[in-house]
Each structure stands twice: as structure tokens, then as C-alpha cells.
């Protein structure tokens, strides 16, 4: 059972590359539908189903075994963070801080992706 994002571009359509050289498309069917990355998380963390979920928001789930990276080997394209903010001639320090810091963190987590998770494997 697949749970699936519709704020993405192809929800149901699943891009994996392995050893940058074999990539294999996946079309997929869902029987569970939501609009934002934390609800497709937090169906999948009751069991819903799996799902392609970004790393920033599963790295603690994984982590306490919550949640498990189904497929380690395969990955999914590099999606990123965008940040957007109204121009200022004078941006606030506390804006820049936040930017370097997101940036920063995607950097670290960048060398480990963790594409698709699920409560188990089966």
C-alpha cells in the first residue's frame, strides 16, 4: 500500500537511480492521498503504508527505528529547500543566520538520503 504526496510534481510516479548509472521509473497507485509532506509522514508512521519522504523529515524516525529506509541501495532525485523572502535592501541578521544554518544542514544531510520508509519491509 502506497501513500502519497500531491504536492508533489508526479506523486504517483517514483524516479530511482542506483549506482548513478541504473535508473528505473516506477508508476505507482495509492490508496491514500495527502497534500503535505507531515501528513504523509505521520500516515506512514501508523502504518498506512510507504511513501517518499525527504530525509529532514524522517532522519529522527530512522534513527529510533520507527521508521525503516525500505530500499537503501536505490536513491531518488535530490529535491533541496527553497527559501523565499520578500527583498529588503537591509535583510535582518536573524534571516541571514536562518538561511546559513538551512544551508548548512542540507549540505550535511545531502550525503545521506533516505528515499522511501515504512514501518516494515514486507
Not at 516506477?26 to 503535505?36: E, G, M, N, R
Not at 500516515?43 to 511513501?51: D, K, T
Request: neutral net charge; proline residues 6%; contains cysteine.
Amino acid at each position: 500500500m502506497a501513500i502519497h504526496n500531491t504536492a508533489l510534481r508526479e506523486p504517483l510516479r517514483w524516479n530511482f537511480s542506483f549506482n548513478e548509472i541504473e535508473r528505473r521509473s516506477v508508476s505507482t497507485s495509492a490508496s491514500i492521498f495527502l497534500d503535505t509532506t507531515l501528513a504523509v509522514r505521520e500516515a506512514v508512521r501508523e502504518g498506512g503504508g510507504v511513501s517518499v519522504l525527504p530525509d529532514y523529515a524522517i532522519g529522527d524516525d530512522l534513527e529510533t527505528g520507527c521508521l525503516i529506509h525500505v530500499l537503501p541501495q536505490w536513491r531518488l532525485p535530490v529535491g533541496g529547500i527553497q527559501v523565499v523572502f520578500p527583498s529588503a535592501r537591509f535583510r535582518p541578521v536573524k534571516v541571514r543566520t536562518f538561511v546559513e544554518v538551512l544551508a548548512n544542514v542540507e549540505k550535511e544531510r545531502s550525503a545521506t538520503k533516505h528515499p522511501m520508509s515504512s514501518r516494515d519491509a514486507d
